[in-house]
Nanobody, 127 residues
Framework: EVQLVESGGGLVQPGGSLTLSCAAS????????MFWVRQAPGKGLERIST????????SYADTVAGRFTMSKDNAKNTLYLQLNSLKPEDTAVYYC????????????????????RGQGTQVTVTS
């Protein structure tokens, strides 16, 4: 059974930082590329970053590029998202999600599909 469990969310002031984690199990993590996806209150899902299965290539949405950093530790089956210079508009539930098939990666965030995502972790940015 595929499981993706996010953690690390919380309440932070504008300009602050957080590190999100996603513990993966039930599939071969090292062969699957991954996404971080978020959903702000009253809005749809937004794909914000993706990383290739080896953890060597990343791509980001314009809304987070230069502020967020995604990484992947295949030895620990864990995905990370470092959030810096947070803004109130970053308030959302953040989810990790896995590519639907192994061994591929697209730098275009909209090109690929994902088949599982976790339950999410809430990030709230407010003064």
């Amino acid at each position: 059974e595929v499981q993706l469990v996010e953690s690390g969310g919380g309440l932070v002031q504008p300009g602050g930082s957080l590190t999100l984690s996603c513990a993966a199990s039930g599939f071969t993590f090292s062969t699957h590329s991954m996404f971080w996806v978020r959903q702000a209150p009253g809005k749809g899902l937004e794909r914000i970053s993706t990383i290739n299965f080896g953890g060597t290539k990343t791509s980001y949405a314009d809304t987070v590029a230069g502020r967020f950093t995604m990484s992947k530790d295949n030895a620990k089956n864990t995905l990370y998202l470092q959030l810096n210079s947070l803004k109130p508009e970053d308030t959302a539930v953040y989810y990790c999600a896995k590519y639907w098939i192994p061994g591929i990666w697209y730098d275009d965030l909209q090109e690929a599909r994902y088949d599982y995502r976790g339950q999410g972790t809430q990030v709230t940015v407010t003064s």
